[in-house]
Every structure is written in C-alpha cells, then in structure tokens.
C-alpha cells in the first residue's frame, strides 16, 4: 500500500511504500530534500512532523537531540511512514531545485592518490548535461539496488570529466574491484547531483575543516572560489592520520604561496616520529589556532565523529548554526550484508 507525504512548505508530495525511508522516496520521485550522511548521524535530513506517524526500525538515529525529538522533528533518512505525512522541511535554494539524473558514465582515466584511496575521472553522455553545485555528490548504483555514494572532487566549471576520490574498503565489491586492476573504461551507472552541502556566495571569509577524503567536496568548492576569481579569504584544515595519507598537498602549498587569501593546514592524528606538523584532531587544533570563530561561514566534511564534536564545540567558539555546513562521510561497506538504511555512505 502506498502512502503520501506532503510537504507543507510547498505544494510538492510524493508516495511511499512499506519498509522505505522517507528520504529514498523523496530521492527518487525528484525531489532532492536536505540530507547528507544518511546513515541517521548528521542531522541534515531533520524535517518537523506536522501530522502522521512514523517509525524507526533500527531503533531512534543517533543525529536527534531530546530536545528535538521533543519538538517534534523526525530523520527522514530512517523515519519509515506508518500513514500519509505532513512534513514541514528545509528549502536549500540551487540545490533543492537540481535535476536529479540516472545516467551512464565511463571511467576515462585514474589515479592513485594515496596506498587506499584513488580518483576516478568519469565521462558522462556529450548529449546530456549534468549541473551541480560546488560540494553535491553522486550515486554509484550496483546491482541488487544497493548504492555508493561519492562527493565530487571537479567544480562546475570544469566539468568535463567528473573527479571522485574513492577509498578502497576492503570486502566492497564496487571498490575492490576498482582497486584489483586497471579500472579504465569501466563503464557505471551514476545517479545524482545529490546533498545539499553546497557552497553559498558570501563576502564573509571561509573555513575549511576536511577530514580524510572529507577533502573532495572541499576541493570543489575551493577550485570554484579560487579559479572564478571570487576574492574569499579561505583557510583549510585538512586533518589525515599519517604522512602517506595526504595527497593534493603540494598543489595545496603551490596555491597557498600563490593566492594572498587562502592559507592551508594540514593535521596528523597518528604521525611519524620525524613529523614536524600540527598533530591531534584537525577540528581542535583549528579552533585553538583561530580561538574566534565568529563572522565565518564553515565548511566542515569528515567522518560522522568529526562532525558530531564541530556541531557541538564550535558554537562554544563563537560559530553561528546559520553559518555552519557540514557533510558526513560514513563509512560502510557495500556488500550484501549491509542494512539497506546504511546502503548510501560516502567513502
């Protein structure tokens, strides 16, 4: 039996069946509602239920407050409806209105990056257009209706060839086999612009904490601002667990030496003993280096961890919640095993 859910701040609704989430039905009918780790950690896809029920199968997400919970807001990315919905939910601009594509895509060209992690350069339809916005991700779908998702690392000026930076999980399939040989010319079927962790014109100035491959939509966002002239004071914290985990860090020191407005950081939590670097958790020592926080508008894209102590620490720093965007990677394998409510995690 198919449900309806509505949206109450404008007039677009959409089905739902037993056993789905309310944010797959949304996805897939078009409509691209806030949302970004959707593996109930983040908060992004919190919507305010007006009228109806719904229900958690896998218990209550970790993204929810008491208070909250209290004011009457659910998780749409776990909520299962158990009747039709009113829902009151954030409108996010550009990318609330992107036309969400399934589309194939050929891997044009590799390489590696680090020992785990690689980037992909996919070629996508010449008859088709693909528009994003600077920080969105796409889907890579794989049989049995399982997905991966993958930020993309290429702003929109230069989207000729799609850049995703892709960690090898061991015992995924979609990565093992990107990582077992030469994966040129493998052709995937793709589905997006998704997320609404997307980059805002602004005077004010930028912060950047990235961690791990938290970098990519980052580098979007950075290649945008710095290539299209856009004259933002931008500071990166990209924060990795040794030396031979970062990547992209001498194009990051050549930017930093030649652009006055961007400074770079890079911090270790597990470093070598000859590392003579910042060393801890990259969102600490940025909040010890800049001590006020107040007047910028932060970009931060990690690890669930991560991203659940920058929510909760950096208002104690002055960080306005109006200006604080976030993304959270979960890490998750894409195997049949997984629970079908964590099939869509970043790597």
């Given at each position: ?7 109450a ?10 056993n789905?989430s309310v944010?797959?039905?949304?996805l897939?009918?078009?409509?691209n509602?806030?949302?970004s ?8 896809c919190r919507?305010?239920l007006?009228a ?15 208070a ?5 807001f659910v998780?749409?990315?776990h ?5 039709d919905?009113?829902l ?5 601009g550009?990318?609330?209105?992107a036309?969400?594509k399934r ?8 390489e590696?990056l ?11 339809p010449a008859a ?6 600077p920080?969105?991700?796409?889907d890579?779908l794989?049989?049995g ?5 993958f930020?993309?690392?290429?702003p929109?000026h230069?989207?000729r060839l799609l850049?995703?930076?892709i960690?090898?999980v061991p015992g995924?399939?979609l990565t ?18 998704l997320g ?8 004010a100035?930028m ?12 580098k ?10 856009l ?8 924060g ?7 990547y992209?860090q001498?194009?990051l020191?050549?930017?930093?030496k030649?652009v ?6 890079v911090v270790?939590?597990?470093p070598g003993p000859?590392w003579r670097?910042?060393r801890?958790?990259v ?5 010890r ?5 107040d007047?910028?508008?932060?970009y ?5 961890e991560?991203i659940?102590?920058i ?17 959270s990677?979960d890490?998750?394998l894409?195997?049949?095993?997984r ?7 970043k790597s």
């Amino acid at each position: 039996m198919n449900l309806r859910v509505s949206l109450a701040n404008s007039d677009r609704s959409f089905s739902v069946v037993p056993n789905q989430s309310v944010l797959d039905a949304a996805l897939r009918a078009g409509i691209n509602l806030p949302h970004s780790c959707r593996g109930g950690n983040c908060g992004s896809c919190r919507a305010r239920l007006i009228a109806g029920k719904i229900t958690y199968p896998n218990g209550p997400p970790l993204g929810l407050s008491e208070a909250e919970v209290a004011d009457g807001f659910v998780l749409l990315c776990h909520a299962r409806a158990q009747s039709d919905l009113l829902l009151q939910s954030i409108e996010v601009g550009a990318a609330d209105r992107a036309i969400i594509k399934r589309l194939p895509a050929r891997i044009e060209r590799f390489e590696r990056l680090t020992h785990d992690v690689i980037a992909v350069f996919l070629r996508l339809p010449a008859a088709e257009s693909f528009d994003f916005e600077p920080g969105q991700y796409i889907d890579i779908l794989l049989a049995g209706g399982r997905r991966r998702s993958f930020s993309i690392a290429s702003p929109p000026h230069d989207a000729r060839l799609l850049e995703l930076h892709i960690r090898h999980v061991p015992g995924g399939k979609l990565t093992d086999g990107l990582f077992a040989r030469d994966p040129r010319g493998m052709l995937l079927s793709i589905e997006g612009p998704l997320g609404h962790f997307v980059y805002r014109e602004s005077a004010a100035p930028m912060l950047m904490v990235g961690g791990g491959t938290g970098f990519a939509p980052l580098k979007s966002m950075l290649r945008h601002s710095i290539e299209n002239r856009l004259q933002r004071e931008i500071t990166l914290y990209w924060g990795v667990r040794s030396e031979r985990d970062l990547y992209w860090q001498y194009e990051l020191e050549a930017l930093a030496k030649s652009v006055p407005k961007f400074r770079y950081q890079v911090v270790l939590s597990d470093p070598g003993p000859d590392w003579r670097g910042k060393r801890g958790w990259v969102h600490e020592v940025a909040m010890r280096d800049i001590q006020s926080l107040d007047g910028y508008d932060i970009y931060a894209s990690g690890p669930p961890e991560m991203i659940s102590r920058i929510r909760a620490d950096f208002g104690l720093a002055g960080a306005s919640a109006e200006r604080l965007f976030f993304d959270s990677f979960d890490y998750a394998l894409d195997t049949p095993a997984r629970q079908d409510s964590m099939a869509d995690t970043k790597s």
